[in-house]
Every structure is written in C-alpha cells, then in structure tokens.
C-alpha cells in the first residue's frame, strides 16, 4: 500500500499532508505517507491542481481540503 | 428601487438608536457608512462567491485544458480570458497551470490570456466594485480586463518568445487522461460552501480595515480634496497609480474600499480603474514565481505589455466618464 500527497510547495499541500498523515494514523494503517514537492509529477499525471492525494498510484483527491472525513473515506475507498 | 435599501434602514437604526449617535455629525456619517458598506459587502461576497464556486466545480483546470487545447489562435485568447474569470489565482497555483497548459500543446499566447485574466477578473474584486461602485464600473473593468487579457496575448502569441520559456517546461511529460473523480450534486454544494467560508475567513479582516479607514475619510476628508493632486487633468496620475499598485496585491480585499473612498475625494474613475488592475493583474510574487518557468525577459514583456494595456485603459476611461 502505497499513500503519497504531491505538492507544489505551497502551504496548503503542507497542511493537507498533515491532515492525510491524521487521518493515516486514525485509520490505523501502518504505511508511511510520502510527501513530494514535484509540480512535474503532478503535470504528467494529467493534472493540474495540487496537492493530490494518491493512493496506490491513483489520484484519489485533487485539489486541497482540509476536511478530514473526506480524506479518510478517500483513502479507505481506494486501499 | 435598491436593494440595498433595508440594509441601509439596518445600518440607520445601528447608528441612530443603538450606539446613539447624534445624527448629521462627522461620526454619525463615518459610523454608518462603515455598517452600511461592511454589511453590504459580507452579504454580496457570500452570495457571489457561492455562486461562482458551483460554476468552477463544472470547471476544473483539467477541463479548461482540454476545450483551450482543440481551439485556435484567437478563439483560444479570448475563451481562456473568459475561463479566467472564474478560475481561482493564487502564486501557488501559477506554475501547475502554466506548465500543464503548455504541456498540453495550449500556445503560449493562449496561455498568457489565462494569465492575465484569472488574477485581474477574479470574483473578490468583483463583489467589492459592484459593492462599493455599482454594477457600471464593474461591467467596465470586467469588459476592459477582457479586452486586456485577449490583446495581452495574442501580441506575445505574435512575439514568437518561446525561447524565452525554460527549455524543460516543452518536454512533455503528460501520460495520457487521467480520469477526474465524479462529483455529485452534494459535493458541489459542500465544495462551493467551504470555498466561500475560506476566502470570507481570509479576507475579513482587511475588508473591515479597508472599509473603517475608508469611513474615516468619507467623514472626515473634504470633498474633492484629492483632486488637485489625483485628478484626471493630471497626466502622472495614471502611471503612478499603476506603479503603486504593482506591490500591493495580497491585499486587493482592503484596497478596492479604500480607493472607492479616494474616487469620492476627487481621484478620478480612470485613475482608480487602472489601479485596481494594476493591483490584481501585476503581482510581484506572480512574477518572482513565474521566474522558475520563463526568463526575466519575458516577465518584463508580459509585465510591460499587460502594463501598457492597463494604463490606456487609465486614461480613456479619464477622458469619457
């Protein structure tokens, strides 16, 4: 299982890296969340907003939110 | 009829009868002209806001891309100065778009109309000119910012500058579509909500600041005081207003009250025009950021030409209005 947030450096990618890492931990899942600050890895996804939150190489959330309910079913939806 | 009339009762009984405040004095203007105007603006804010935010959750930047990259030249200047209107700006968000856009095989003028748009037409300026000005002066900076944002572009499109953009940012990268998550009638709405609370949450407090210095000045300045320094028979008023506005931009949400106030003193609407655009659309961090993507050349071409473009509007809006 692979859980990774791609930012663009800006303090809302920090912010909801944080709020995934929460959720994370609540879910009870043992993985690490990889946090990357790479604009050109978000582009070759076909994207153009950041953060995105993947999971298992698949964006699952696009765009910043800090509602961590919406993070959480993100994620358990897409494990 | 206004309708704004029953927040202007509101703000009358505030004044009058609550904080009794003896009427027809300085404070009682300035008093409640801040309710009046801070009451106003947080209801057109909430509303507008909203309302945009359901429009842009039909309109990812993905989307954009993808009707931008089958137009040609100059459909493509003005419906990417059009989509900019409802597409949020932060420096953050320049670089994802500037490189997703080109990547995507978007041309580099098409691009630049985007640019130039999204920051100068963006919906917290516009709540606050029709609020503080009226819906006219609004229609005209949102027309003149159009016609700004398509001319702006199709002259760097004509420039052939593309060797003026970092070699890596042609290098496509991009595999294939990704699928957007599908988002419900319900999202939406929550997306739209939460969207307004944020941006009300983040500029609040310079709205209310704009607005107390402006009540200040509505009571306290004699009218036409400014006008021997900013009227429109002031050929430097312009430029001037453009150069002071560069800096300025995180904090367009205090200014535009403010400068509503200045027009009262005298400072004449071509003048004004051309400084709110100069405040949202030259952006000193936009430029530092857009530095990772372009040569400093092309900033000060892009900067120039938007500049130029703001500063014509200045003074043809000095001479008809």
């Known amino acids: 299982m692979k859980i990774q947030v791609f930012g663009a450096g800006c303090p809302s990618c920090k912010k909801m890296f944080e709020v995934v890492q929460t959720a994370v931990l609540k879910i009870g899942l043992d993985t690490k969340v990889e946090y990357i600050c790479d604009v050109q890895q978000i582009i070759a996804m076909g994207l153009m907003q950041s953060p995105v939150l993947v999971v298992n190489g698949k964006p699952v959330l696009i765009g910043f939110t800090p509602d961590i309910g919406k993070i959480t079913k993100a994620i358990q939806d897409n494990l | ?321």
């Open chain 2, 1 to 321: 009829m206004d309708i704004f009339f029953p927040i202007k009762l509101l703000a009358d009984w505030l004044t009058y009868s609550i904080l009794v405040i003896t009427p027809k004095t300085l404070l009682a203007e300035a008093v409640n002209f801040f309710i009046y105007d801070s009451i106003k603006i947080f209801i057109l804010m909430a509303v507008i806001i909203f309302a945009v935010s359901i429009i842009r959750s039909y309109l990812p930047p993905e989307k954009i891309r993808s009707i931008l990259s089958h137009k040609n030249k100059y459909a493509g200047n003005v419906i990417a100065s059009l989509l900019g209107i409802i597409t949020p700006f932060c420096s953050c968000s320049a670089i994802p778009l500037f490189l997703g856009f080109i990547q995507a095989g978007v041309p580099l003028g098409t691009t630049f109309s985007f640019l130039v748009a999204s920051p100068m037409i963006n919906e917290v300026a516009l709540v606050l000119l029709l609020g503080m000005f009226g819906w006219k002066i609004a229609l005209i900076y949102i027309v003149s910012g159009l016609i700004i944002a398509i001319f702006s572009g199709i002259i760097i499109g004509k420039m052939k500058v593309e060797s003026l953009v970092e070699p890596f940012v042609y290098e496509n990268t991009i595999n294939g579509n990704v699928d957007l998550p599908t988002t419900t009638r319900n999202e939406r709405i929550a997306y739209a909500k939460n969207y307004t609370l944020d941006i009300l949450k983040k500029v609040w407090i310079y709205i209310l600041i704009g607005i107390g210095i402006g009540a200040w000045i509505h009571g306290y300045v004699p009218a036409d005081f400014l006008a021997q320094y900013a009227g429109s028979d002031k050929w430097y008023a312009v430029p001037l207003a453009v150069l002071i506005g560069i800096p300025l931009y995180s904090n367009a949400a205090g200014i535009i009250p403010l400068v509503s106030v200045l027009t009262e003193k005298g400072v004449s609407m071509g003048t004004t025009l051309a400084f709110m655009m100069s405040v949202t659309a030259l952006s000193l961090p936009e430029f530092m950021i857009l530095k990772r993507v372009m040569k400093i050349k092309l900033i000060f071409i892009f900067a120039g030409i938007v500049g130029m473009g703001i500063i014509f509007t200045g003074y043809l809006f000095n001479l008809v209005l």
